[in-house]
């Protein structure tokens, strides 16, 4: 459920409105559920509202976390190939 | 928006009943607009009806009819589209379209000048096209009977005796090839919808494709099938195709052409680019052996140069049409259930 | 797309799978509910099952908002659009929703009733601005999401004094159903539904952070990880679930870290306090009367309640007899249990709700399982899902 995606903030208007980018597609959206955002920001979208601070350090991290999970289940592969 | 606001034009400009009663108003109307703008000896004639001269071959006809919210969008306007719409539906059956008839449901209080922008852009989509447009019709609704304006369009065109596409010649081991990019005409439409309103450099792939078709025909002579994948997108037509040939489809997602920007609108809205509508796209079947020649052909012509081998034909009972993801899964790309609605979940 | 093609990505998809497969080679089966439509939809669009081993079974939950509202609400929409003669605006979600006797949003438009589908609550004030004469009143669905904008509108309705505008509420809380499947007596005493970890929802959590979920880790003693909805993060959190059955854990972990935080969006759980108060109880399809589950407007917003508002009627709504949609919305039964799946419920002429949307565990399954009985060979090597 719950439709929503991270979009960038690319200028922020009056009346607590922002236009996101997401690729070449332009919207406008409310800023009323957020705090701190600025231009330049990953928000999420949903329903035509900013609902959260997208965070690029949290994202590295969880693909790092993915990468890893991967390289571990080789190696396991790998030293009991060697076992066997 | 909808270019028809009674408010900026004062009445005389306007569309009234007298202009479908067959009086002068009617008179006037024809020859100021329709003729002044299609003009061919046919149309000038005056006639009830066109004495064609054909070409050898056989005949193909074909008819649709053009709704569409708004008439004027981003890459085009119901002119055109009634046009390329009826054009491209004879060029499928590997015919080269000829002559177009029209038939016009205007409501009362629609602008003049906005019908002579339709036209005009009609006129224009049809010497492009290499079509005239030999007879017509008009008729006059009463306001909030009618969209402002509904073009229907019947094509005729010939076909060459060695020519035979039909829908039910897939055959397994057929490779699939889409022209272009997927979707760009539904979501140039969306764009201007109510409520969607986003923004975007996305047009309408409005276009008549009967020059495509001959110069992949001169190529491959052996295409099986060729259709046009408008309303329910390349999924509608797949599935059409799969149904009547009785066999099933396997797409790979990663050779599916889709603009950037198209992927993203239908991130946003939750839909399927594969079930938008497109209107200057083709989808070609054709034997394994001549599919790669094809795409080069395809790629060497305007309206083909994002020419795509997409999928091929395989044996299936239940007629289904699939697709690898790029993920690496795979899916069931079904027939849709009416029309994709943006939705929030 | 930033954040969103990384979380699609086929190697990483090929390396998380095995990590899967090695993770769940113990003997044992794991039952993983994913709580929202979001997985569902990820999980069937990205063809995750098939990346999966035989042994993780996902069952899907109650977590689409379209599934469970009752048909009673809805056919209370529909009567809206037609007896009060007010122009309803809803999300397109609901447009195909059969209500009592088949009657959708959409059959009611083609019989006259003034119904417009929005995108946002902000278009939704737009068109109460654009037609004072007019009653507006927006038909809200959704989860603690979707509530947010909601009570955004009702308090710029209250500033603006937009005084044709009033909201019909259907807001529900997910920590409630969570916990009412978790009581049920299928899974507490029963033993018919096994569920050994939950992938929690995201985009809610977003809202409400990832510490409500704590108590039902201590409760139930059941693992929940909070999963985003790209066909990544699902297979990612999963790893992380078996993991925590593995160890005998039973915590909340946070996968979608780079959304959600412990304590939530703070300034939209005020705005929705400010607007909203709980329901003692609440009816979900398949849930049947959840206590504390739903929200409704408060008095200090009164004057936009569209309950209040318009007099809505008693009435006897009706699902279709054999629709199994509330059984398959607790996860007791498949969709391919229902007598009507595929024969007279199909998309085209859905009968309950599951088969309407899109995250709809019978609208999946009719693709899905189509495509499973087209490749036996696959099919008997991994299984479908329970």
Known sequence: MCLALPARIISIEADGLAVVALEGIKKSISLALVEDVTVGDYVLVHVGYALHKVSEEEAVRTLAMMAEAGVLSEQLEEIEGAEA | MNAFDPSITDNANKIDMTHGSGGRAMASLIRDLFHKHLVNPHLSAGNDGAVLELPPGRIVVSTDGHVISPLFFPGGDIGCLAVHGTVNDVAMMGAKPLYLTAGFILEEGFPIPDLERIISSMAGAARDAGVHVVTGDTKVVEKGKGDGVFITTTGVGVVGDNIRLQGDLARPGDKILVSGTLGDHGVAILSTRQNLEFETEIRSDTAALHGLVAVMLEAVPDIRVLRDPTRGGLAATLNEIAQQSHVGMILDERFVPIKPDVAAACELLGLDPLYVANEGKLIAICPASEAQSLCDVMRGHPHGADAAIVGEVVEDQANMVQMRTKFGGARVVDWIAGEQLPRIC | ?386
């Open chain 3, 1 to 386: 797309m930033k954040y969103i093609d990384e979380f699609r990505s086929h190697d990483l998809a090929e390396k998380l799978a095995a990590a899967i497969t090695r993770e769940s080679a113990t003997g044992r089966d794991y039952h993983v509910m994913e709580f929202c439509g979001g997985h569902t939809h990820a999980i069937f669009r990205y063809g995750v099952q098939d990346m999966m081993p035989a042994n993780v079974h996902f069952v899907h939950g109650p977590g689409c908002p379209v599934c469970v509202l009752p048909v009673r609400r809805l056919d209370d929409a529909v009567e809206l659009a037609e007896r009060h003669n007010v122009l309803l605006c809803t999300y397109g979600d609901m447009m195909r929703v059969p209500g009592t006797k088949q009657r959708s949003l959409i059959r009611a438009k083609a019989d006259g009733a003034d119904i417009r589908m929005v995108y946002s609550t902000q278009d939704a004030l737009k068109i109460a601005r654009e037609n004072p004469d007019r009653q507006i009143v927006f038909f809200a669905i959704g989860f603690e999401t979707t509530t947010p904008p909601t009570a955004v509108a009702i308090i710029q309705a209250q500033k603006e004094g937009i005084e044709n505008f009033s909201v019909f509420c259907n807001h529900v809380l997910t920590p409630a159903a969570i916990q009412h499947i978790l009581q049920s007596p299928e899974v507490r005493d029963l033993g018919t539904v096994t569920i050994d970890g939950f992938l929690g929802p995201s985009h809610v959590s977003s809202v409400i952070g990832s510490q409500p979920y704590e108590f039902f880790t201590e409760e139930f003693q059941k693992p929940v990880v909070i999963a985003g909805f790209e066909p990544l993060d699902v297979m990612q959190s999963t790893l992380m679930l078996l993991r925590q059955i593995n160890e005998g854990r039973h915590e909340v972990e946070n996968e979608y870290k780079r959304v959600v935080n412990p304590e939530g969006n703070l300034k939209a759980q005020s705005i929705v306090a400010e607007v909203f108060e709980l329901r003692s109880e609440f009816e979900w399809r398949g849930l049947g009367l959840v206590p504390y589950s739903a929200l409704r407007i408060r008095d200090a917003y009164a004057a936009f309640d569209a309950e209040k508002r318009f007099g809505l009627s008693e009435k006897q709504s009706r699902e279709v007899k054999s629709c199994e949609c509330p059984a398959i919305l607790r996860g007791v039964k498949k969709p391919t249990d229902c007598k009507l799946f595929g024969t007279v419920c199909t998309p085209d002429t859905p009968m309950g709700s599951c088969m309407v949307s899109s995250e709809g565990a019978c609208a999946a399954y009719w693709t899905y399982g189509r495509y499973r009985s087209a490749q036996p060979e696959k099919s008997s090597k991994k299984g479908i899902a329970a």
